[in-house]
């Protein structure tokens, strides 16, 4: 059941982390994720990566090799409730790392859990679309 004023709020987290992810801004990224030994998250292709400082320290490596990023998103599904919600995109990321470029699209499945009146992005699953 989708909560609007909810619902709003997440998908302005969600927007949060694109533009952590795109601007490669580690500060900002720190900002939308739950800092805590249970986040999860998983790069497409990757390996999970369970608490936020291997977390952390996956982004930090994606943004030191990579010298731009532009993602294109669409909101495929969207379903929030008091405490708990997700945004499932696809995602088309062309990346620039030296000297080449990248484009490659996924589909991401973000999951936010409502923590101390704030939402908190605690799980991003990113699974590559083959083609």
């Given at each position: 059941?989708?909560n609007?004023?909810?619902?709003?709020?997440?998908?302005?987290?969600?927007?949060?982390?694109?533009?952590?992810?795109?601007?490669?801004?580690?500060?900002?990224?720190?900002?939308?994720?739950?800092?805590?030994?249970?986040?999860?998250?998983?790069?497409?292709?990757?390996n999970?990566?369970?608490?936020?400082?291997?977390?952390?320290?996956?982004?930090?490596?994606?943004?030191?090799?990579?010298?731009?990023?532009?993602?294109?998103?669409?909101?495929?599904?969207?379903?929030?409730?008091?405490?708990?919600?997700?945004?499932?995109?696809?995602?088309?990321?062309?990346?620039?790392?030296?000297?080449?470029?990248?484009?490659?699209?996924?589909?991401?499945?973000?999951?936010?859990?409502?923590?101390?009146?704030?939402?908190?992005?605690?799980?991003?699953?990113?699974?590559?679309?083959?083609?």
């Amino acid at each position: 059941m989708t909560n609007l004023p909810n619902k709003e709020t997440v998908l302005e987290r969600n927007q949060a982390f694109y533009n952590a992810f795109s601007e490669r801004d580690i500060n900002q990224m720190s900002l939308v994720w739950w800092q805590g030994s249970t986040s999860l998250c998983i790069h497409p292709g990757g390996n999970v990566l369970i608490g936020w400082d291997i977390i952390r320290d996956s982004w930090k490596s994606i943004f030191r090799n990579t010298d731009f990023l532009e993602i294109d998103l669409e909101i495929i599904k969207v379903e929030i409730d008091q405490a708990l919600g997700y945004v499932v995109v696809g995602e088309t990321v062309l990346q620039s790392s030296r000297g080449r470029k990248f484009q490659g699209q996924s589909i991401g499945t973000n999951v936010f859990q409502k923590m101390a009146q704030k939402w908190y992005l605690v799980s991003h699953h990113g699974s590559p679309i083959m083609r």
